[in-house]
């Protein structure tokens, strides 16, 4: 475990680095039986976030509370619809705003994580660098695909899209060569 | 490509059939998504317009709702050409360019009359969209008539 101390945000975040969660058993796995059950991971589960108010805007309680029901419906759509609208960085509160894609980055739907990772990198949130590094290595091909997505053109994301490149997966491979040829135009 | 439903089998898309006091709505959705997230993919559908006894069809018009918020835009083409395309036109394209509110797409509109039209949605760049598309057959005075929707390509 790696305990990352923001001095600005006064609070201490601490990020589980992807070998101790597997250690820790974040390795889900089907049925055996099923032939073609294979691992999951969830390499975003241990992450614990912090995302900051923004100044400049005024929160909306009425569309606060409006994400917060869709966030903790049943249905993975509601969940994803309003992981979407928060990405469109509406003036939702500090603490709601939090609260849901906490939740979200543990959810067992991929999709919603995936919409989290690109909600997450929408907002003022901390490490935002880090915890795309670590959506990288997840197993789920949409989660990896909103992490490249997501993933700026600085040093650091040049980097992580250099990385990219060598996924296992197309599609991720794609994305991250066009993003790159795009920066670098 | 995740089909909701049965792969490549004849959706007749009769959900959402809502009788209010103003009258009979007719819902025609047909939802998918690009789980092979290549920029690449296409999904094609074919939508039959027929006589359901409300009337001969006239056109088909569809809207595409973008359900993923991400760089990647999902779009939609509506197009049937047996005839000369100089009166009314053979294709039309609509694109939901704001994919994080719940609006859809604009409106387009094909008037090439009964039978099958060609509705292919794509997406602009790699990434694992959902998406969900309206369509409806209607008659030359607007009223809703017989539509179906096949699914033939998923990517």
Request: charge should be negative.
């Amino acid at each position: 475990m790696r305990i990352v101390k923001k001095p600005e945000m006064g609070i201490p975040i601490l990020v589980m680095m992807s070998s101790l969660a597997v250690a820790a058993g974040n390795v889900l796995a089907n049925d055996a039986s099923n032939a073609d059950s294979r691992a999951v991971f969830n390499s975003l589960e241990s992450l614990q976030i912090s995302c900051n108010a923004n100044e400049s805007q005024e929160s909306n309680r009425e569309l606060s509370a409006k994400l917060m029901n869709l966030a903790s419906s049943n249905n993975p759509l509601d969940r994803v619809s309003a992981l979407s609208q928060l990405a469109g960085k509406g003036s939702v509160d500090a603490n709601i705003v939090q609260k849901i894609l906490q939740a979200a980055l543990r959810d067992p739907d991929s999709n919603v994580r995936a919409q989290a990772v690109y909600a997450l990198a929408q907002q003022n949130c901390a490490d935002v660098p880090l915890i795309l590094e670590q959506a990288l290595q997840d197993s789920e091909l949409s989660v990896r695909l909103m992490a490249v997505d997501s993933l700026s053109a600085d040093e650091k994301g040049a980097s992580l899209l250099e990385q990219a490149l060598s996924d296992e997966e197309e599609a991720v491979r794609e994305l991250a060569a066009m993003k790159l040829e795009t920066s670098s135009k | 490509m995740k089909f909701s439903g049965l792969k490549n089998t004849v959706a007749t898309v009769l959900g959402g059939l809502m009788i209010s006091q103003a009258g009979a709505v007719l819902a025609h959705n047909q939802a998918g998504s690009f789980t092979t997230g290549l920029a690449a993919g296409i999904d094609f559908y074919q939508v039959s317009c027929f006589d359901d006894g409300a009337g001969a069809p006239s056109y088909a018009e569809a809207q595409v709702k973008d359900m993923t918020a991400n760089s990647s835009k999902v779009g939609i083409v509506l197009q049937k050409g047996t005839t000369p395309c100089t009166a009314n036109k053979c294709a039309q394209a609509s694109t939901d360019t704001t994919d994080t509110d719940a609006a859809y797409s604009p409106l387009i509109r094909v008037t090439q009359g009964s039978g099958v039209y060609n509705l292919f949605v794509s997406h602009s760049t790699a990434g694992t969209d959902s998406y969900d598309v309206q369509v409806h057959c209607k008659t030359a005075t607007n009223v809703h008539t017989g539509t179906s929707v096949s699914s033939k390509q998923q990517q």
